[in-house]
């Protein structure tokens, strides 16, 4: 990895960002918000925010695996230091954690700026994560049907 990841270097605890995050979501108008769990592991934040009178719920990911997959692709296990294996992914774990909330915090503090401002809705900016399923979201519903549904609207299309 030649550059260095974004917020690598952060000493915050993934439950302090998630933590803050809660915080920006309330100003946003978030009226229930509770904690994911995975393995004991905070893996996600789900909040109701009201649109035109209804209450809609919302799932924020938190995807640290992707950050961890990175970690180690830069930094190979090395057995001459002096720590385990298992110590070694761990560290690199705790690591992908704080780096991976940290990005979402600062991701949803700048949709909140914007939502501050006026330039957007709460629900313009986190529609993809609005659950449409008992737990599949909008993006996954998209996917799930391979986008098709937007071929509908396709110009030139009767």
Same mark, same amino acid.
């Given at each position: 990895?030649?550059?260095? &990841?974004?917020?690598?270097?952060? !000493?915050?605890?993934?439950?302090?960002?998630?933590?803050?995050?809660?915080? &920006?979501?309330? $100003?946003?108008?978030?009226?229930? %918000? +509770?904690?994911?769990?995975?393995?004991?592991? #905070?893996?996600?934040? $789900?909040?109701? &925010?009201?649109?035109? !009178?209804?209450? *809609?719920?919302?799932?924020?990911?938190?995807? +640290?695996?992707? @950050?961890?997959?990175?970690?180690?692709?830069?930094?190979?296990?090395?057995?001459?230091? $002096?720590?385990?294996?298992?110590?070694?992914?761990?560290? /690199?774990?705790?690591?992908?954690?704080?780096? !991976?909330?940290?990005?979402?915090?600062?991701?949803?503090?700048?949709?909140?700026? @914007? %939502?501050? #401002? !006026? /330039?957007?809705?709460?629900?313009? @900016?986190?529609?993809? *994560?609005?659950? @449409?399923?008992?737990?599949? +979201?909008? &993006?996954?519903?998209?996917?799930?049907?391979?986008?098709?549904?937007?071929?509908?609207?396709?110009?030139?299309?009767?």
């Amino acid at each position: 990895m030649s550059e260095t &990841l974004f917020m690598q270097t952060t !000493g915050v605890p993934a439950a302090t960002s998630a933590g803050e995050i809660m915080g &920006l979501l309330v $100003r946003a108008g978030a009226n229930q %918000i +509770t904690t994911e769990y995975t393995n004991g592991r #905070i893996s996600g934040i $789900r909040f109701s &925010l009201p649109i035109a !009178g209804t209450s *809609y719920t919302f799932q924020l990911p938190a995807r +640290t695996e992707p @950050v961890y997959k990175t970690l180690i692709k830069a930094k190979p296990y090395n057995s001459h230091r $002096r720590r385990s294996l298992q110590q070694y992914e761990e560290d /690199m774990r705790q690591s992908a954690e704080r780096i !991976g909330w940290r990005q979402l915090f600062r991701w949803v503090q700048a949709q909140i700026a @914007v %939502i501050d #401002i !006026g /330039m957007v809705a709460a629900h313009e @900016v986190f529609l993809p *994560y609005m659950l @449409v399923g008992r737990n599949q +979201t909008v &993006l996954q519903m998209f996917e799930e049907k391979q986008f098709k549904m937007l071929m509908a609207g396709k110009e030139g299309e009767q």
